[in-house]
């Protein structure tokens, strides 16, 4: 990678057109080392799939959400443009989600998610209780419309898909009925430094603005890899349906998404 030294070479911009807010990147008082607003856009490749409702019921134990569908989201989404990893050029995540409901809100949660980025990482688990753990990846689009691509932790691998168009395949989606869910919901955890437990834990939900295209139905092929350190083969989901889905809009901030501290639960 190319060592930025010009003050003035658009590739400083560490962010893009975001800046820290002020006292930001010290602590205290305020210490996130990212901007709160983000930007860009989004081709995501949507599996959804079938899992045994224990299996989930148990990941989500220590949550006080109910569980609204046995459905369970595989999303493969690639993030060209994002202001956080402007150096990169894009970001990657792999959201594993479930709708629940919880005080009103009709949501998700999700279960599993990996992010290529430090700054996605840092900033989904500081500010929102994200499950987002550190990830390599490929999302290789060709000319024919398909997709390929992998997910590997450290170098274990955990996750190899492949998407090809079919619109006669059905589109599925995360829950029968009209209504999806909307935004993302989560119990945010702060780890106790004297002992294995939790000092801090609160409710947080966001909603960020995302206007996907029609879905374009496919045919998905999803294996996904044994790993003690993160058990997500052990979901043992069987696959309905797939799909094509991109965003050009995909953002975060106080201005354009819905925030929100919804309950303090610890202590």
């Not at 170098?155 to 006669?168: E, Q, R, V, Y």
């Not at 209504?179 to 702060?190: N, T």
């Not at 294995?196 to 409710?203: G, K």
Request: proline share 10%.
């Amino acid at each position: 990678m190319a060592v930025v030294t010009d003050p003035n070479d658009p590739r400083g911009r560490m962010f893009g057109p975001y800046r820290l807010k002020p006292n930001s990147g010290v602590n205290p008082p305020y210490s996130p080392a990212y901007p709160v607003e983000w930007g860009c856009t989004l081709r995501t490749v949507e599996v959804m799939t079938r899992v045994a409702p224990g299996k989930v019921a148990a990941l989500l134990a220590d949550t006080p959400f109910e569980i609204a569908s046995d459905r369970v989201a595989f999303r493969f989404m690639r993030s060209p443009g994002h202001s956080l990893a402007v150096h990169a050029g894009e970001m990657f995540d792999l959201m594993v989600s479930v709708p629940v409901r919880y005080k009103g809100l009709f949501t998700e949660t999700h279960i599993f998610m990996y992010c290529s980025d430090p700054m996605g990482i840092c900033a989904g688990r500081e500010v929102f209780g994200y499950t987002k753990k550190d990830t390599n990846y490929a999302f290789d689009e060709h000319p024919d419309g398909s997709i390929t691509g992998w997910v590997r932790r450290r170098g274990i691998p955990l996750a190899d898909f492949s998407f090809t168009p079919d619109s006669s395949a059905p589109v599925i989606r995360i829950v029968d009925g009209d209504e999806l869910p909307a935004g993302e919901i989560h119990v945010r955890r702060l780890p106790d430094p004297e002992r294995l437990a939790t000092a801090y834990a609160d409710v947080v939900y966001r909603r960020t603005p995302l206007k996907y295209s029609k879905p374009a139905p496919g045919r998905a092929t999803m294996t996904l890899h044994a790993s003690a350190y993160d058990p997500i083969a052990d979901l043992d989901p069987e696959i309905l349906g797939a799909h094509f889905m991109v965003s050009d809009v995909y953002g975060g901030g106080f201005e354009v998404e819905d925030r929100r501290l919804i309950e303090r639960l610890i202590p």
